[in-house]
């Protein structure tokens, strides 16, 4: 309480972090709070901008690929993949077949992995310990399987300018097939421990409503956007990597309330499943990487034998690439929403700008308006479901 | 609506509003300047057949040998049509443009970013102030004349 | 024989202090919450039930500074967050020990620019640096065994 002249108002401001095991990174809130009300929520933000738009003005086109993987970094193959389409569209390079569907396999297993985390981690925060534990265990499966194909499981940079880096071997495909006929039993524990838990329902019902209209007009994407009633996927609206060649479904809410965005997550689990199931059917063969002379980079096993390949490797990777002058903005639907990047070329090694559009800044900029006049524990919920990455808000 | 449609309605409809349009490699361009900018946001979002609702992106260019010397830029998409549009607003250092956030709120984060980043003002922004360098640093980062490694203090 | 026999039925060992202490403090280092980047995945993937951060008695994450030992800093540290982790630091009694997780933390990692503090240990004192972006939770580990290999060498006289 504080008291001022005759006047006594019972409003407290709360700090919120950043340091906060609930904030998924460092965040701040400030609270203005009366009682366990809450008035009026400001995140501060920026703890963690590390300056990835100016590092990209000073690095080349293959370098930047490297800072795209610490953007978001639940999703790492995703940025990648979005990094790598803007290029590709500003150079105009056809990506081959095989690539293409190695790309939505890696994309659609990031896109698991970071629903899972996000799920283990939001219900830790909801006070559902052992959901924690058994998402991780999956999702452990799927880093295996990167780290088969990349060399490492969290930032594996494996999807570059043309292609992929490596090709996926028989083994990786074996493991591939066995997660994705398990994986739905094992959703299916999870909605057990879950969704009709009268705890769970309680906690989540009716908090932090975001109605159509709303989410639209603040500029939300991904689950965000769908759990408002929204049926809006980039994959359907503007199709990359062959998506319109594979059926699935977009789940979409009904209320837009944290509920219904924990729905539609863990059903976009599923139909990733199944979109898994579906390109891994019949993987065609060829090249995994185009071959565009300054511009792309030649298989390392050709680097290895051949001087030619050695000359061109070098001088790529030193920067003589020639990327022609133009701008592009090119987005694809991460697990959060939407990605894009949008990159000025003035026909030099090194962008002139690459912005990155960021879709949990966005998302979070709508947190405010969305928790007007709910409890402290509802704000924990409200932002656990829209579901941020400081990594990719600040960048 | 595909993309030559686009240009088409916005010549037709507010040709009045526009400096320039143009096909870009991914979608269509327009550059608007900035007394017009309000008139013509509302007119693509309010406008049946176009109806670009989904604010994606607000960021600046620097161009320091030019002048005006920033080139605020726009994305916004069109959930109806599918179909994504570049608005283009040059603005002279020191500086400011209108901001959007009176047709869409999504992008008042957005524009607080420009600000921060680059120095351009919005007038009649709800809350314009810095959001990822502290409220007191003194430089604007995306500058070019900024160097990466920052200045020392 | 002697003396070491009765004591021993008595229910009584002889050992010296320092042994005593660190022996109680290595196996049970109680880390805080905190994560800054990247890095704090991996940190979070060693609770989980694969690699099991339990066995060092460490699975017990504190919330508040004033209740954990250890910190580990995984992530960049940016100047805007510096003084929150100077705080932080001053915030946890003694003894304490810092683990530097990852590149960033180390170094600064990649990140060589405007915001990034290249490596935490212009400003507090490390014990352990594990490099890596990010390290595998197998590294985790294997920085909290050589932390503990670093406490049982230490002494009441240097530490207090």
Request: charged share 25%.
């Amino acid at each position: 309480m504080t008291v001022e002249g005759n006047e006594t108002r019972k409003e407290m401001i709360l700090n919120m972090g950043p340091q906060h095991p609930a904030t998924h990174g460092v965040l701040r809130l400030l609270l203005h709070l009366e009682g366990e009300v809450v008035k009026k929520t400001i995140p501060i933000i920026g703890y963690l901008h590390r300056g990835v738009e100016k590092l990209g003005e000073n690095r080349t086109y293959l370098q930047n690929i490297v800072f795209t993987d610490r953007l978001d970094y639940t999703a790492a193959m995703c940025n990648n993949l979005s990094y790598a389409l803007a290029v590709e569209k500003l150079c105009g390079i056809e990506v081959p077949e095989r690539a293409r569907v190695i790309r939505v396999i890696m994309a659609e297993l990031q896109r698991i992995a970071a629903h899972l985390l996000w799920l283990g981690t939001y219900a830790l925060d909801i006070g559902a310990m052992s959901v924690f534990f058994y998402c991780f265990r999956e999702r452990e499966k799927i880093l295996d399987m990167f780290e088969m194909v990349s060399g490492q499981r969290l930032t594996p940079s494996y999807i570059c300018i043309g292609g992929v880096r490596r090709d996926i071997t028989d083994k990786f495909v074996e493991l591939l097939k066995s997660f994705c006929d398990t994986f739905n039993d094992y959703i299916r524990d999870y909605e057990n421990l879950l969704t009709k838990n009268p705890i769970w329902v309680e906690r989540l019902r009716d908090v932090a409503v975001l109605s159509a209209e709303d989410a639209i007009n603040w500029g939300t994407t991904g689950p965000v956007l769908r759990a408002s009633g929204v049926k809006f996927d980039f994959r359907r609206a503007t199709p990359y990597c062959g998506y319109e060649n594979y059926e699935f479904d977009i789940p979409t809410g009904t209320k837009g309330d944290c509920y219904d965005r924990y729905l539609v997550r863990v059903e976009e689990m599923r139909q990733s499943n199944r979109i898994l199931k579906q390109a891994m059917k019949d993987i065609p063969d060829g090249p995994i990487m185009a071959d565009v002379p300054f511009v792309t980079l030649p298989p390392k096993e050709q680097v290895m034998s051949n001087i030619e390949a050695l000359i061109k490797h070098f001088k790529i990777a030193s920067g003589a690439f020639q990327i022609p002058k133009g701008e592009v903005y090119s987005s694809i639907e991460n697990p959060k929403g939407e990605l894009g990047f949008y990159i000025v070329s003035d026909g030099s090694a090194r962008p002139y700008r690459m912005r990155i559009k960021s879709s949990c800044f966005v998302n979070l900029s709508a947190l405010p308006f969305m928790t007007q006049g709910c409890l402290v524990a509802d704000l924990i919920a409200a932002l656990g479901s829209i579901d941020i990455v400081l990594g990719e808000v600040d960048r | 609506m595909n993309r030559q449609e686009i240009i088409d309605r916005i010549q037709e409809k507010a040709s009045s509003l526009t400096m320039g349009t143009s096909q870009g490699i991914d979608c269509p361009e327009v550059v608007v300047d900035k007394q017009h900018l309000i008139e013509f946001m509302k007119f693509l979002k309010e406008d049946e057949a176009l109806s670009f609702d989904l604010i994606s992106d607000v960021t600046a260019v620097d161009y320091p040998a030019r002048t005006p010397r920033f080139d605020v830029v726009y994305h916004i998409f069109s959930i109806k049509n599918g179909q994504r549009i570049r608005v283009r607003v040059p603005v002279g250092d020191g500086d400011g443009v209108e901001s959007v956030t009176c047709v869409w709120r999504g992008a008042e984060w957005l524009e607080r970013e420009v600000y921060d980043m680059f120095g351009v003002t919005f007038y009649n922004h709800p809350d314009l102030r810095r959001i990822l360098m502290e409220e007191d640093f003194k430089y604007h980062p995306l500058r070019k004349d900024f160097p990466l490694e920052g200045i020392e203090e | 024989m002697g003396v070491e026999k009765n004591l021993a039925n008595l229910g009584i060992v002889t050992t010296c202090l320092d042994k005593v202490l660190n022996w109680a403090r290595k196996n049970s280092l109680w880390p805080m919450t905190f994560g800054l980047a990247c890095c704090a995945l991996e940190m979070m993937v060693t609770v989980s039930a694969r690699h099991d951060i339990a066995r060092f008695g460490a699975e017990v994450y504190r919330g508040s500074p004033r209740q954990a030992d250890l910190l580990i800093v995984p992530g960049t540290l940016t100047k805007k967050m510096l003084p929150m982790v100077l705080r932080l630091y001053e915030q946890m009694p003694e003894p304490k020990w810092v683990i530097a997780y990852g590149n960033c933390a180390c170094t600064g990692g990649v990140f060589r620019t405007y915001n990034v503090i290249q490596g935490i240990d212009q400003y507090i004192p490390v014990d352990v640096y594990m490099a890596g972006c990010p390290p595998k939770p197998e590294s985790l580990l294997t920085a909290i065994m050589m932390l503990r290999d670093k406490i049982d060498k230490e002494s009441l006289k240097n530490r207090g």
